[in-house]
Every structure is written in structure tokens, then in C-alpha cells.
């Protein structure tokens, strides 16, 4: 899976989950200030993640999230493990 289509995936689920405007998700988003997630939302998407990589994802793993751009790295790394 590339960059684009986790950032593409990535963006359907802040869209249809957190009702998150499409223009206002880029990759320098961040995710807490620019798009008003909160911790039970960043776990919500932790779960449909896993859901799109079919792996299990620590928490830890995502402790230093905290834009776009990093969760699309986050992704990419844990599908290139």
C-alpha cells in the first residue's frame, strides 16, 4: 500500500467518522488542534486502522502521532514490517 492510498483511506475515515471537512486534511494537519480529535477519537481511528492493515497496532506506537503526515508514516512503516 503507498503513501497515497493510506493518506486517501485515511481521509474517507476522518471524513465519515469525525465529520472532518476534506479540505482541511492534509498532511500537515494536525490532528488534535487543526482537526478536533480528541483521545477517544484517535482511538476509534487506531481501530479502523487495524481494520485497513490487518494488523494488530500498540498504543505505543502511536504515542508520538500527531499530524496527517504521521499517521500515514506510522501505517506505511507498520505494512513494510
Not at 494536525?30 to 477517544?40: M, V
Not at 482511538?43 to 487495524?50: E, M, N, S
Request: hydrophobic share 40%; proline share 4%; no cysteine.
Amino acid at each position: 500500500m503507498t503513501r497515497d492510498e493510506i493518506f486517501t483511506a485515511l481521509s474517507g475515515y476522518l471524513q465519515d467518522l469525525f465529520e472532518v471537512p476534506a479540505d482541511s486534511i492534509t498532511p500537515e494537519a494536525r490532528l488534535f488542534e487543526d482537526l478536533d480529535l480528541d483521545s477517544i477519537d484517535a482511538v476509534d481511528l487506531v481501530v479502523k486502522l487495524q481494520d485497513l492493515t490487518g494488523r494488530k497496532i500498540k498504543p505505543d506506537q502511536f504515542k508520538t502521532v500527531r499530524t496527517v503526515g504521521d499517521v500515514i508514516d506510522r501505517v506505511h512503516d507498520l505494512l513494510a514490517e
